[in-house]
Every structure is written in C-alpha cells, then in structure tokens.
T-cell receptor, first 115, second 112 residues
C-alpha cells in the first residue's frame, strides 16, 4: 500500500515558466512533509518542508502548498531554470514510536526544464 | 553543513559474499537511516537507528542487518549477497525533532 504517491513520473517545462509537482498521501497521521531534489549519481538534497499546521511555505523560487483535507501537497518552482532538472521526491513523516521521524517517500517525478 | 560520507561510491561483489557498507556523519545526529533506491520504486527504508546500539527494521529488512557501535557510524551488512540486492544504497542522518534527513552520495552496489 503506497502511502505517498507521485502520479506523474515525468514533467517537462520551458525555462522561465512555472513547474508544479504534485504529491498525494493517504496516511492522516503524517504531520511533516518534505521535498528532496536528486541529481544522477548524487544523494537526495533537502529542498523545502512544511508542517501540518501550515498550508504554505516559501523559500526563494520554491513554494510548497499543503491541502490537508485533500491530502495533497504541491511544489511550485518559479521561474524554472535548466539547473532545476532533476528527480524530485515527496516525503512524509509521522512521529513513530521511537520518535525518529522516519520518512515515507514517493517514487519521484523527473523534471526536465527546457532552455 | 552536514556531511554524510559513504565509504564507497561503487562496489562490485559476488553472490554469497558478506558485504559491508559504511556510513559516517559529522553532526552528532542521533538518527541514522539506510535506504535503497531502485528505478520506479523510489527510496525504500531498510533499517534505521535512533541511538547507539539501537536499531529498528524499516520496510524491507530481509537479507540485511545493521550495526551502530558509535554515534557517528552506521553500517549496513548484506549477510549473503544476492543478485536482487544490486541497487543504489543511500545513508542518511538527522537530528531529533522536525529536522530534514541529510543524505550521503550513495553506493552503487552490483552483485554478480
């Protein structure tokens, strides 16, 4: 049972336009959401996060929106740049019994920004 | 900056061998994690540790074990390597609370 879903395996966007990456989740116990970016042959890099008490968090060109009633979050990148081309992973966490905040990841969306 | 270092970028082993993957972090983080990443499957958690000598199974622990004798080091052990364990292995660490996990660059392991 996939608790975090990224239904678009890939997305292509023109440079300068907005990129919107979507993520759905099923576990209502998730209380913290993160986006990671991953280049080939590198580990994932943390991009931005949002807690369940907020509905929006912004950091420069990156904004994450959370719709708890729909169990949906999205990452907006404006304006998109060729260097943003990477695989983006959505992740969610709930406080486990060990308090370790382990993450559940989606399968990723490959973003290609076309110059 | 947090530094998570995995001992090997690429590793080739034979079926049946015992394989050790090492991970070291320099930020005194309590929590450390081992994942594998496979095409179309995303990142799947193998094991994690929230303290020295403590370990918890993740989603796919079968065929793996871990060791955490020191806070900064977390080892993943493939007891008897099999071809279906060919994968990219990623180590991560994090502080307590709502903090992100920080990843190493991964070890591309091939089992022949």
């Amino acid at each position: 049972d996939q608790q975090v879903k990224q239904n678009s395996p890939s997305l292509s966007v023109q440079e300068g336009r907005i990129s919107i990456l979507n993520c759905d989740y099923t576990n209502s116990m998730f209380d913290y959401f993160l986006w990671y970016k991953k280049y080939p042959a590198e580990g994932p890099t943390f991009l931005i996060s949002i807690s369940s008490i907020k509905d929006k968090n912004e950091d420069g060109r990156f904004t994450v929106f959370l719709n708890k009633s729909a169990k949906h979050l999205s990452l907006h990148i404006v304006p998109s740049q060729p260097g943003d081309s990477a695989v983006y992973f959505c992740a969610a966490s709930a406080n486990s019994g060990a308090g370790s905040y382990q993450l559940t990841f989606g399968k990723g969306t490959k973003l290609s920004v076309i110059p | 900056d947090v530094k998570v270092t995995q001992s090997s970028r690429y590793l080739v082993k034979r079926t049946g061998e015992k394989v050790f993957l090492e991970c070291v972090q320099d930020m005194d983080h309590e929590n450390m994690f081992w994942y594998r990443q496979d095409p179309g499957l995303g990142l799947r958690l193998i094991y994690f540790s929230y303290d020295v000598k403590m370990k918890e199974k993740g989603d796919i622990p079968e065929g793996y074990s871990v060791s955490r004798e020191k806070k900064e080091r977390f080892s993943l052990i493939l007891e008897s390597a099999s071809t279906n364990q060919t994968s990219m292995y990623l180590c991560a660490s994090k502080a307590g609370g709502w903090q992100p996990q920080h990843f190493g660059d991964g070890t591309r392991l091939s089992i022949l």
